[in-house]
T-cell receptor, first 112, second 112 residues
Framework: DTEVTQTPKHLVMGMTNKKSLKCEQH?????MYWYKQKAKKPPELMFV???????INESVPSRFSPECPNSSLLNLHLHALQPEDSALYLC???????????FGPGTRLTVL | QKEVEQNSGPLSVPEGAIASLNCTYS??????FFWYRQYSGKSPELIMS??SNGDKEDGRFTAQLNKASQYVSLLIRDSQPSDSATYLC????????????WGLGTSLAVNP
């Protein structure tokens, strides 16, 4: 089973709202990722958690705040976003034995 | 600057033909390579991973790796209209095995 789940599938929010994206995997993977993807571009890495600790932050603005409550869950808290933050947000995970990243279905975010 | 280069396409092939997708990479230290398929509006789906020189076959898909030439390819035999998608090539960053270096993707259209 290589399933990564993400909720919600779609999210529309105003610039003053606070919302959260959720990602879950039950494959025992110890690294989890957040990506942002704009149309006709490859995924752009935002954050990596390894063994529940933040290991990579690709200089992401502080209006995006990641959280890893346990080894199966990854959240992305959103606050005071800008319209240019509208994109497909992808979660991925990878095990230790393999560096293969498996992606969830994504959350389509629209910021008004 | 570590890069992965792909022809953006669109690559157009008739149904039943062989589609050949190519990718070159600049990081000579990269050891792991991945092909993802992405339908419009959906998340990337892993098609093949390859780590050793030579060919790796999985059903209608064959990945080829030539580390001396820093070249990776994906062949799709008996192409079907359902194969129409963007194909993303990615190389694992030799300096940080949590990071993928992505190509911009090749758009494939299989015509009935």
């Amino acid at each position: 089973d290589t399933e990564v789940t993400q909720t919600p599938k779609h999210l529309v929010m105003g610039m003053t709202n606070k919302k959260s994206l959720k990602c879950e995997q039950h494959m025992g993977h110890r690294a989890m990722y957040w990506y942002k993807q704009k149309a006709k571009k490859p995924p752009e890495l935002m954050f990596v958690y390894s063994y529940e600790k933040l290991s990579i932050n690709e200089s992401v603005p502080s209006r995006f705040s990641p959280e890893c409550p346990n080894s199966s869950l990854l959240n992305l808290h959103l606050h005071a976003l800008q319209p240019e933050d509208s994109a497909l947000y992808l979660c991925a995970s990878t095990g230790d034995a393999s560096n293969t990243q498996y992606f969830g279905p994504g959350t389509r975010l629209t910021v008004l | 600057q570590k890069e992965v280069e792909q022809n953006s396409g669109p690559l157009s092939v008739p149904e039943g033909a062989i589609a050949s997708l190519n990718c070159t990479y600049s990081d000579r230290g990269s050891q792991s390579f991945f092909w993802y398929r992405q339908y419009s509006g959906k998340s990337p789906e892993l098609i093949m991973s390859i780590y050793s020189n030579g060919d790796k076959e999985d059903g209608r898909f064959t990945a080829q790796l030539n580390k001396a030439s820093q070249y990776v390819s994906l062949l799709i035999r008996d192409s079907q209209p359902s194969d129409s998608a963007t194909y993303l090539c990615a190389a694992l960053n030799a300096g940080n095995n949590r990071k993928l270096i992505w190509g911009l993707g090749t758009s494939l259209a299989v015509n009935p």
